[in-house]
């Protein structure tokens, strides 16, 4: 059985599935990985829209991801010597989620965090080693009042201006892994994992 088309409902469904090249192509995005868009300067923190997500094994069957909002912080950088950079983050460890509201309220507590007497972990850069778009990113974690050394390896995700307030910015993703027995939580290892992966998506507005 042959079933026809109305002429003008063919005619539509031959304009919508014209060549692609008839189609106008998606506006580019503003912030690519081109290092020449970075600017010199000191940048802030972009706090809504910067995040460290954080992993642990529970009991062995799940990894298990929480995640953390409200950082602020600095990135000083010069282009022409990127080796030279400073960056800074403080770390507010009461806006710590998971998907358990009891385990929001538990990281609060003395078993980790601990955030009545430490409510920011800081990261602080010493030393960076770069490497075309990637770098590593030597530092000092402080977090409940013990400090240890870490190394960021981090990776330039793009710059450019934002079309929201106009200002230059720069993004950057790093991971590390961390043991959190070196700062004092103990708690339930090895049932939930000692080591913990953190992963920072971090950005960056020029302030001058």
């Known amino acids: ?21 008839a189609q106008s192509a998606p506006p580019e995005r503003p912030g690519r990985p081109d290092v020449s868009r970075v600017a010199a300067g000191t940048y802030k923190v ?14 062995g069957f799940t990894d298990y991801h929480g995640l953390i909002g409200g950082s602020t912080g600095s990135l000083t950088i010069d282009p022409s010597q990127p080796a030279a950079a400073k960056v800074e983050i403080e770390i507010p460890l009461g806006a710590a989620i998971t998907t358990s ?26 030393r960076i080693e770069v490497d075309g778009e990637r770098a590593r990113i030597v530092g000092d974690l402080t977090l409940r ?10 990776r330039f995700t793009g710059a450019g201006v934002n079309p929201m307030n106009k200002a230059a910015t720069i993004g950057f993703e790093a991971s590390t892994s ?19 992966d ?8 020029k302030a001058n």
Do not use: C, W, Y
Request: hydrophobic share 55%.
């Open 1 to 21: 059985m042959r079933i026809f088309l109305p002429a003008a409902v063919a005619a539509v469904v031959l304009v919508l599935s014209g060549p692609a090249s």
């Open 46 to 59: 972009d706090t809504d829209h910067t995040q460290v997500a954080f992993t642990v094994n529970h009991f």
């Open 101 to 126: 509201k009891a385990l929001d309220a538990h990281l609060q507590k003395a078993d980790f965090f601990e955030t009545a007497r430490f409510p920011k972990a800081t990261f602080r850069s010493t």
């Open 145 to 154: 009042g013990v400090t240890q050394p870490v190394v960021l390896d981090a």
């Open 178 to 196: 961390i043991k959190r027995s070196a700062f004092g939580m103990t708690f339930a290892v090895p049932m939930v994992s000692d080591q913990v």
């Open 198 to 205: 953190l992963t920072i998506a971090a950005a960056f507005e």
